[in-house]
């Protein structure tokens, strides 16, 4: 299991607008839908790959709150979807631990 969406802006676009237009894109989620989209973290990361190069990336976190959590995912880049509330899901991380979650 993945993040909701990797936004991946282009020159001149903020992390923002391209959040807003990848949470469309793949989730069917327009910005009608949620409330306050804000980063809230960054961090760096590095994956090298034998014989292939490396990945090195500056990663941004952001959050929004869903007022309608309505979706229509595209299934090209969603193969499931699971809500879990917060609270559940930090008080037993072994309950999810088998699928893997980043």
Avoid: I
Avoid at 13 to 22: D, G, I, Y
Avoid at 41 to 68: H, I, N
């Amino acid at each position: 299991w993945d993040g909701t969406v990797a936004s991946h802006p282009v020159e001149g676009q903020t992390q923002v607008e391209a959040t807003r237009q990848r949470l469309e894109e793949e989730l069917g989620v327009t910005p009608d839908q949620y409330d306050n989209l804000d980063v809230t973290d960054r961090f760096e990361y590095k994956r090298y790959y034998m014989d292939e190069g490396v990945e090195y990336e500056v990663c941004s976190v952001l959050q929004a709150t869903l007022t309608d959590t309505s979706l229509d995912p595209d299934p090209a880049e969603v193969a499931g979807l699971m809500w879990v509330p917060y609270d559940r899901l930090y008080e037993n991380p072994r309950w999810y631990r088998q699928l893997r979650l980043c």
